[in-house]
């Protein structure tokens, strides 16, 4: 029997992964990588394009050196693929060194950012909590713009190649690249000015250049937990009030809904927690918050825990009070013991990066070498859920960029 034809396609959804990854690789393949650039910046996530498209309008001559086969790839898994790109209220008090982050991005932070999507044609809206995201609500949307405005503005893309090392020559920073994909040369780019944008994971080239670094750590993640049958709990939701307590100090305060997981908690407020959370830590929930202490007792008197909670929550909490005015006042604080970081692969963010103290907040370049600027993850800058991390990539890609393009003399 003749063998059917092999078939690249998924129900008709386009070519599959692995020839798509070909195809890439093609491309990559047939780019050619300048000698001699003004700007070059590594790393081709949010805030490398946003700090490539600046360089590059203001006259540089830019080549984003990317690890994988394309660009923007990490802007895809985005607000569960949604992309939620700022928030209406960039509050630098919502980001970690809220001093550092005021000083980079100014009062116009909110300004800048929708000012640089407009320019880029996308078009965006805001939902609650004042998330702003395309309106298409597609990520896929937000990399398309970035990417096809990149081009207009004539950056090279070099995607499959990372730096393999970077030395001072008389012509400036001279970067080593070595392929990611099959059949590729070694390649050597001097440049001018070097933007890192690599992300918090990625802090060997900030390390060779004698950059002081914090460890990354995975942030914006569930919590382990002890102290409820959370098995029994598992895609449970409840509107809670939280405090983190280490040593008797209250740590840090959240407000939303949470997900109770077979480990612990999930959900934008555990996320938020996560951002300052250690093991050892108590976490206090209020179950009700929207309720007080003695309306709850009052209501529980006539018609027990069911109008006010969770059943099976209110089953384990009787466990240890047995009257129903007992359960709800034990609802209004719940202790748990936080015992780590949970499902670590998810976390949205990596805080760590290099260190604020290195840099100059006016620039974002590195006084020890002044002609190295950094942006985005890199930085150890992270923000709480709802648009604030990427907010921080936009604007300082545009910083670093536009620092980076001054001091390679082109404006």
């Not at 020839?19 to 650039?37: F, G, I």
């Not at 660009?71 to 919502?94: P, Q």
């Not at 970077?166 to 920073?173: A, E, K, N």
């Not at 499902?343 to 590195?366: F, M, N, Y």
Request: include cysteine.
């Amino acid at each position: 029997m003749p063998s059917r034809p092999r078939n690249t396609s998924h129900a008709g959804r386009g070519p599959s992964r692995l020839a798509r990854e070909r195809e890439l690789a093609a491309q990559a393949r047939t780019v050619q990588v300048p000698s001699q650039v003004d700007v070059a910046v590594v790393g081709g996530g949010a805030s490398g394009l946003a700090a490539a498209i600046t360089a590059a309008e203001a006259g540089a001559r830019v080549v984003v050196v990317e690890r994988a086969l394309e660009c923007g790839r990490s802007i895809l898994a985005t607000g569960g693929g949604r992309c939620n790109l700022a928030n209406a209220d960039l509050s630098a008090e919502r980001y970690r060194h809220p001093g550092f982050v005021s000083a980079v991005c100014g009062e116009r932070f909110l300004a800048d950012v929708q000012g640089f999507f407009s320019a880029c044609g996308l078009a965006v809206v805001e939902e609650e909590g004042g998330r702003l995201y395309p309106v298409t609500r597609e990520a896929s949307s937000v990399r398309e713009v970035l990417v096809e405005r990149a081009r207009r503005a004539h950056v090279t893309l070099a995607c499959g190649r990372e730096v393999a090392g970077i030395s001072r020559g008389t012509d400036g920073l001279r970067l080593r690249l070595a392929p990611t994909f099959d059949g590729g040369n070694q390649e050597v780019l001097c440049a001018r000015a070097v933007v890192i944008a690599t992300g918090g994971k990625e802090d060997s080239l900030a390390r060779s250049l004698g950059l002081p670094v914090v460890d990354a750590r995975p942030v914006l993640c569930p919590l382990a937990c002890e102290g409820l049958d959370f098995p029994k709990l598992d895609g449970r939701r409840a509107r809670v009030a939280a405090t983190l307590v280490r040593d008797g100090v209250t740590i840090a305060r959240e407000a939303g809904e949470l997900l109770f997981r077979s480990y612990g908690i999930s959900g934008i407020v555990s996320f938020d927690l996560s951002r300052n959370a250690q093991p050892g830590d108590r976490l206090v929930l209020d179950l009700l918050p929207e309720v007080s202490a003695r309306t709850a007792c009052e209501l529980a008197v006539h018609g027990g825990t069911a109008g006010l909670l969770d059943n099976e929550v209110a089953a384990q909490l009787g466990k240890l009070n047995g009257t129903a005015e007992d359960v709800v006042a034990h609802a209004k604080a719940v202790e748990l013991l936080v015992t780590g970081i949970a499902d670590e692969k998810r976390a949205q963010v990596t805080a760590g990066g290099i260190d604020v103290e290195a840099l100059d907040a006016s620039t974002l370049a590195c006084p020890g070498a002044p002609d190295v600027f950094a942006c985005g993850e890199a930085v150890d800058v992270d923000g709480a859920c709802g648009g604030f991390n990427l907010a921080w990539a936009w604007k300082s890609g545009m910083v670093a960029g536009a620092s980076a393009a001054r001091l390679a003399g082109r404006r």
